[in-house]
């Protein structure tokens, strides 16, 4: 596609709900991260894959988030029993890889009540 | 691990006036990324500095990087409303297999008619 897809734009659940944020990346592009951004501050990186395999996964805050991205393409980020401080714009990106422009997704916004 | 800072957080100034924002990070970095963010939207890739002493212009923006120093500068020349928006410096930490940014914590920036 022409950019960083991400899809829902926006996700109301209730507080205990399991949730899934889809991205779909640049065509072509081998690698993808997931920020998570709250109103007032700069993107939090979450998880960075290289492919199918996540390389880096350090800033996934707990166990009850987790991503996949089983074709090395679309990925789904996955948070269980949310929280109401799993507010927060989830950002996905992807590029060419290393020292690369990464371009950003519009957001998923979830907002759990 | 790399911490990157912004200052100044908020910038009013009037149109036609230049002014410049700074980015300090803390380890050697080889590259440093500027976005730019309007309010409710993601994050739009507005330069990638790859070395040091790297300066890249678009239009009234203009950004250097300085490794031996650590500091990279956003300089906004004769400005105009349209640059109203929140800017993001974030640079890269790597070791082993990551490829993740760290982003300041933004510079709001209002120019007033």
């Known amino acids: 596609g022409a950019g960083v897809s991400q899809t829902p734009s926006n996700k109301v659940t209730e507080k205990g709900k399991y949730v899934e944020l889809r991205c779909d990346p640049i065509?072509?592009?081998?690698?993808l991260y997931w920020y998570r951004q709250s109103l007032g501050q700069g993107p939090e990186f979450l998880i960075y894959f290289q492919g199918t395999g996540a390389a880096d996964d350090s800033g996934l805050p707990n166990d009850r988030f987790f991503a996949v991205r089983p074709e090395g393409s679309v990925s789904t980020l996955k948070i269980q029993r949310t929280e109401r401080g799993d507010s927060a714009v989830y950002l996905c990106?992807?590029?060419?890889?290393?020292?690369?422009?990464?371009?950003f997704g519009e957001g998923s916004w979830l907002t759990v009540v | 691990e790399l911490k990157v800072e912004q200052n100044p957080l908020f910038l009013s100034m009037q149109e036609g006036k230049n002014y410049t924002i700074y980015c300090n990070y803390s380890t050697t970095s080889d590259r440093l990324y500027w976005y730019r963010q309007d309010p409710g939207k993601s994050l739009e890739s507005l330069f990638v500095?790859?070395?040091?002493?790297a300066v890249k212009q678009e239009g009234r923006l203009m950004a250097s990087l300085d490794t031996k120093a650590r500091l990279s500068t956003l300089h906004i020349t004769a400005a105009v409303h349209d640059l109203s928006a929140t800017y993001f410096c974030a640079g890269p930490t790597y070791g082993g297999a990551t490829n993740k940014l760290i982003f300041g914590t933004g510079t709001l920036l209002a120019v007033q008619p």
């Open positions: 990106a992807s590029s060419l890889g290393h020292g690369n422009t990464i371009y």
């Open positions: 065509s072509g592009h081998t690698a």
């Open positions: 500095l790859l070395s040091n002493g």
